[in-house]
């Protein structure tokens, strides 16, 4: 028979158990993920581009979503890093307005319940609505790519867990991107990159419209950022084209969009140079054909001069657009 002192302490007990067990489910409720977990999908890319569908759950993406990639050659050393913010992986955070790239699945990279968005990795540069620590061209290769909805920014578990890793690639062999001659221009151009310009004489000066640039403007509307503004981004591609026909590539399966692109131009002086604007509405399927030529996507584009230099992951090209 138990005595007084033995019956206290067994329901002590019991009590405690089941104080634990709540506190276990409250403690299991409170840091338990927000959101679904979204998914990639890679649908197409170029030389320096991999088009991705993300997928959101269905709890959708309200505050956006971040896409994290490393080289695949760096994930099957070190797997991904802990820390979202560790530069052997970039990342960018999607939680704005695109105006580029647009499928019309979408209008925003908030996504709602089961909603799908294209992206572009490697043509971000001129992208609204986005922040990351890698923007530009994606040097070719396979990467390891990843993406999870963001959270609120004030609970730490209000966004979602991040996905299986996907395996995505470049399209097969680089040609002569818009960072190809970012890269291989006057030091005006790329002040961190070996100063050997190999931009052939014959373009130079460049007509874009109706006005004529020097190398040293085309690199001031290189490094120009979009920032929502069509004719900045039109002429990004424009430029890479026309400097592409001057290396010897085949223009004809896009002369007629190179001279569509000229007369929206017309006599509008592009951004440094001049304050021309144009909405990204309605210069985005010229700029879109393009950049894809440019990116190989459609047939005619020839090697280029030399070979392109590999940019690092930790250079920043631009922090909110």
């Known amino acids: ?110 996504l709602d319940p089961n909603g799908v968005i294209g992206v572009q990795m490697g043509d971000l540069f001129d992208e609204t609505g986005v922040n ?23 609970d730490p578990n209000s966004g979602s867990l991040a996905s299986s890793v996907v395996f995505v690639s470049t399209l097969g062999k680089p040609e002569c ?40 403007e085309l690199c001031a509307i290189y490094n120009t950022p979009a920032n929502g503004n069509g ?15 001057c290396n010897g590539s085949d223009l004809t399966p896009i002369a007629g969009t190179i001279a569509a692109a000229d007369a929206q131009i017309g006599g509008l002086v592009i951004p440094p140079v001049g304050g021309g604007f144009l909405s990204p509405g309605s210069t985005s399927a010229n700029t879109q054909t393009l950049d894809d030529y440019n990116n190989g996507i459609i047939p005619g584009v020839v090697a280029c001069a030399t070979p392109t230099r590999h940019t690092t992951w930790g250079r920043v090209k631009a922090l909110y657009h």
Request: net charge negative; aromatic share 12%; proline share 6%.
């Open 1 to 110: 028979m138990l005595s007084h002192y033995q019956v206290i302490p067994q329901r002590m007990g019991r009590s405690m158990i089941a104080v634990g067990m709540l506190l276990t489910a409250l403690a299991t409720s409170a840091f338990a993920q927000a959101l679904d977990t979204p998914s990639i999908t890679q649908t197409g890319g170029g030389f320096f581009r991999i088009d991705i569908d993300v997928h959101a759950g269905a709890s959708g993406a309200p505050h956006g979503f971040v896409v994290q990639w490393m080289t695949k050659s760096n994930y099957d050393v070190f797997g991904f890093p802990a820390d979202e913010y560790d530069p052997r992986a970039a990342y960018c955070d999607f939680i704005g307005t695109p105006t580029l790239n647009t499928d019309g699945r979408s209008a925003s990279y908030l």
């Open 177 to 216: 991107t818009q960072g190809f001659w970012k890269t291989h221009g006057s030091g005006a151009c790329d002040v961190a990159a070996p100063h050997v310009d190999v931009w052939p004489p014959s373009c130079l000066p460049m007509t874009l419209g109706t006005v004529s640039y020097t190398e040293a």
């Open 231 to 245: 004719l900045i981004s039109l002429a990004h591609q424009l430029i890479t084209a026309k400097l592409n026909g």
């Open 132 to 154: 990351g620590s890698y923007l530009d061209q994606m040097p070719p290769g396979y990467y390891a790519v990843r993406v999870w909805a963001e959270g609120d920014g004030v």
